[in-house]
């Protein structure tokens, strides 16, 4: 058998003493630097699909979650965003003096003040008014809208 010489280990340790605090400094960078990374990078969610009996129809988008078909007076069928609020007056809003109609949710929907908001049921109806569609209804349309 052999025996472990302590002194030269010591003296080993010693002699490489610069290259030994690099590769722990080394070593101890990337481990924080993994950590670091870990506690920032975001959680991955995932909405579990939930069938019920309602009579409401509903669409699932793309992100799975889940939102309400909206029947409008002519027929038309759009569907609303989950979360988003959708006025009981109509589906597109336009202003007075303005020349596009949007989605309520729309940045542009949402500057437009109560006194001059002109509600519309369908594009149909906003385009016979004289308005053109902004580029939110193709930008920010909802999962499953199709324009008519």
């Known amino acids: 058998m052999s025996t472990i010489n302590l002194s030269q280990i010591g003296e080993w340790a010693r002699r490489n003493q610069a290259d030994i605090a690099l590769v722990l400094g080394f070593i101890l960078v990337a481990g924080i630097a993994f950590g670091a990374g870990r506690l920032t990078a975001p959680?991955?969610?995932r909405n579990p699909i939930i069938i019920d009996e309602s009579n409401a129809p509903s669409s699932v988008n793309l992100l799975g979650s889940v939102s309400q078909t909206l029947a409008t007076p002519t027929g038309e069928s759009a569907v609303a965003?989950?979360?988003s609020q959708v006025s009981a007056r109509g589906l597109f809003v336009a202003s007075r003096g303005g020349t596009k109609y949007h989605w309520p949710w729309c940045s542009y929907g949402e500057k437009i003040k109560e006194a001059n908001k002109?509600?519309?049921n369908s594009e149909k109806e906003a385009k016979a008014a004289g308005y053109s569609p902004?580029?939110?209804?193709t930008n920010k349309a909802p999962a499953g809208y199709q324009s008519k």
Request: aromatic share 16%; hydrophobic share 55%.
């Open 134 to 137: 902004c580029a939110c209804i």
């Open 81 to 83: 965003p989950q979360g």
């Open 118 to 120: 002109i509600w519309f």
């Open 43 to 45: 959680e991955i969610v």
